[in-house]
């Protein structure tokens, strides 16, 4: 099995066209378990945000995974295929590998570096746990792309400043200083507005909420005075609210231009988008979108980006070292018992043959040929593992059981066991 990504973002389609194809969450679930299902691959997760949808899965067959997966996308968002197609990137085995560890450090973020991708991608990998589609394959490799991202932080600038796509955004409504801030909806990205105008000096913020409870639980969190409302009282809280910041999971507008009353700051982190684009037409009123922080520039300095490049190539090398000396270790350790099961043996017999021998006689014998077989062994079944990262690597493995003359079928079993496990 190899991994395999199939997706679009900022980078490679329209914002326009990442709304077309943006998913709900019970949405996500039944692509995700739609993915799942195809007869090509053993393992699937769906990464789903406001800048990109993603398909990670453990595939067979290369052509198969990629024509597949592009097709349920393709019915999923209602996007024709040829058109979708266009915007599509795929990444395969190393290269796909390579992609995740990217996403995960926030090389491949609209704004470089932001840490809230993390979030998402550790959220994504829990829904596949929870609706049983990821394999140990792809769950190890998004665990392991998890912690290249928390040391990418930890060992460079690249997230200095704490950015995102609401910190940028919001650092183009000016000085939040006692001003008043209306969030509506109460998810994650929510959640992060809410830290950030705190964290910014907003004098007051208001909560709205298609669940009333959501929001009051989001207003909670914060030390600064907060409120929730219901989402039928929008139209008087953006009468009184100075910055709004708009992130719904919903399918169509939330804020129209009959409804802004006052010149006022819009952030619209939605998608597809919240707030109707003629309220850019209304005097004194400020809309920014997704499409306005696609070039952002509040990205990390050089350096950082540089460094983190680094060790994503790095882990990316280790991680591939790991997978072929996985594909060795069944075979060692199919060796190594079989190895056991000989001394076992001949324990047995010897101890027919000398009855005589003491408990503590037979133990030190015992021992002493437990020792030197596994001395015997230690230099062949190092070596196997570091041959095995070597061009024809593979062959060492297939060597080694025909030395041994080992049962085809013991690692094979191995592999089953530790699949159980």
């Given at each position: 099995m190899s991994i395999l990504v199939v997706g679009l973002s900022h980078r490679s389609a329209p914002v326009a066209l990442l709304e077309r194809t943006a998913v709900t969450a019970d949405e996500l679930v039944k692509l995700l378990h739609d993915v799942h299902q195809t007869a090509s691959l053993t393992g699937a997760v769906v990464v789903s945000t406001c800048?990109?949808?993603?398909?990670?899965?453990?595939?067979?067959?290369?052509?198969?995974?990629?024509?597949?997966?592009s097709e349920l996308l393709s019915r999923h968002s209602g996007v024709p295929l040829d058109e979708l197609s266009r915007h599509l990137y795929v990444h395969y085995e190393e290269r796909a590998v390579?992609?995740?560890?990217?996403?995960?450090?926030?090389?491949?973020?609209?704004?470089?570096?932001?840490?809230?991708?993390?979030?998402?991608?550790?959220t994504a990998l829990k829904i596949a746990q929870e609706h049983g589609t990821v394999d140990r394959s792809l769950n190890e490799a998004i665990q392991q792309a998890l912690r290249v991202g928390?040391?990418?932080?930890?060992?460079?600038?690249?997230?200095?400043?704490?950015?995102?796509?609401?910190s940028v955004g919001l650092s183009r409504a000016g000085s939040l200083e006692g001003r008043k801030a209306l969030v509506v909806g109460a998810g994650s990205m929510s959640a992060l507005t809410v830290a950030t105008l705190a964290r910014e000096g907003i004098g007051e913020i208001v909560i709205a909420n298609r669940t009333y409870e959501r929001g009051a639980h989001l207003a909670r969190s914060t030390e600064v005075p907060a409120r929730a409302i219901e989402l039928a009282d929008l139209r008087g809280a953006l009468a009184e609210a100075d910055i709004v910041v708009s992130c719904t999971g919903a399918t169509g507008l939330v804020i129209t231009p009959d409804m802004v009353e006052r010149p006022v700051f819009l952030l619209d982190l939605a998608l597809p988008h919240d707030v109707d684009l003629a309220v850019r037409d209304l005097p004194g009123v400020?809309?920014?979108?997704?499409?306005?922080?696609?070039?952002?520039?509040?990205a990390p300095a050089e350096a950082d980006t540089e460094a983190v490049r680094r060790i994503v190539c790095e882990e990316v090398q280790a991680f591939q070292l790991g997978l072929i000396a996985a594909t060795v270790a069944p075979t060692v350790v199919a060796l190594r018992s079989k190895a056991a099961e000989v001394v076992d043996a001949e324990l047995g017999r010897l101890g027919g043959r000398l009855p005589?021998?003491?408990?503590?006689?037979?133990?030190?014998?015992?021992?002493?040929?437990?020792?030197?077989?596994?001395?015997?062994?230690?230099?062949?079944?190092?070596?196997?593992?570091?041959?095995?990262?070597?061009?024809?690597?593979?062959?060492?493995?297939?060597?080694?059981?025909?030395?041994f003359d080992l049962d085809p079928k013991a690692p094979e079993a191995v592999i089953r066991a530790e699949d159980v496990l």
């Open positions: 800048n990109r949808i993603e398909v990670y899965a453990d595939v067979e067959k290369f052509h198969a995974g990629v024509s597949s997966i390579q992609h995740i560890f990217s996403v995960a450090c926030g090389l491949d973020s609209m704004v470089v570096g932001e840490g809230q991708i993390a979030g998402q991608l550790r928390k040391r990418a932080r930890n060992e460079t600038g690249i997230d200095r400043a704490g950015a995102s796509l609401v400020t809309l920014v979108g997704l499409d306005d922080l696609r070039n952002a520039d509040d005589e021998l003491d408990d503590k006689a037979r133990g030190e014998v015992a021992q002493t040929v437990r020792r030197v077989v596994d001395k015997l062994l230690h230099a062949p079944t190092v070596r196997v593992k570091e041959l095995a990262a070597s061009p024809g690597g593979d062959t060492y493995a297939e060597a080694l059981r025909e030395l």
